[in-house]
C-alpha cells in the first residue's frame, strides 16, 4: 500500500523543539521531491518547506527561515521537518508530501511549495500546538 505516515507532532511550549517524521511506504522516496505543508484553523495551507529533485533548491517560509530543517534519510525512506524555537503562531496541522517530477520539469522548491503545485502524495496529517 502506497502511503506517507506522519509521526512526532504534540504539544510543546514556546521556544521549544520538535521533530515531525514522515515514513513513507509502497514506494522510495529517493527520487522525489518532499514537502511540508501546514494548516492552522481558519486559515489556507502554507508551504513550509519544500525540497525540489528537480533543480535541487529548497524552500523556507519566511515565517520559518533559520528555525525548521527539512531533511530526508534514504536508508529509512522517511522525510522529516525540523522544528526549533516554536511560536504560538506555528500551531497548525502538518502534512507532508512527495512527488515525483515529470522528466525534463524543473520546477524549484518555491515552486512546489505555491498553492499551484499537484502532489502525488500527501500524510494524513499530524497536530502541532504550541503553548504555555
Known amino acids: 500500500q502506497v502511503q506517507l505516515v506522519e509521526s512526532g507532532g504534540g504539544l510543546v511550549q514556546p521556544g521549544g523543539s520538535l521533530r515531525l517524521s514522515c515514513a513513507a511506504s509502497?514506494?522510495?522516496?529517493?527520487?522525489?521531491?518532499i514537502g511540508w505543508f501546514r494548516q492552522a484553523p481558519g486559515k489556507e495551507r502554507e508551504g513550509v518547506s519544500c525540497?525540489?529533485?528537480?533543480?535541487?533548491?529548497?524552500y523556507y517560509a519566511d515565517s520559518v527561515k533559520g528555525r525548521f530543517t527539512i531533511s530526508r534519510d534514504n536508508a529509512k525512506n522517511t522525510l522529516y521537518l525540523q522544528m526549533n524555537n516554536l511560536k504560538p503562531e506555528d500551531t497548525a496541522v502538518y502534512y507532508c508530501?512527495?512527488?515525483?517530477?515529470?522528466?525534463?520539469?524543473?520546477?524549484?522548491?518555491?515552486?512546489?511549495?505555491?498553492?499551484?503545485?499537484?502532489?502525488?502524495?500527501w500524510g494524513q496529517g499530524t497536530q502541532v500546538t504550541v503553548s504555555s
Open positions: 508530501a512527495a512527488d515525483l517530477p515529470p522528466p525534463y520539469t524543473y520546477y524549484s522548491g518555491s515552486d512546489y511549495c505555491s498553492d499551484n503545485m499537484e502532489w502525488d502524495y
Open positions: 509502497g514506494f522510495t522516496l529517493d527520487y522525489y521531491t
Open positions: 525540497f525540489s529533485f528537480s533543480d535541487g533548491s529548497t
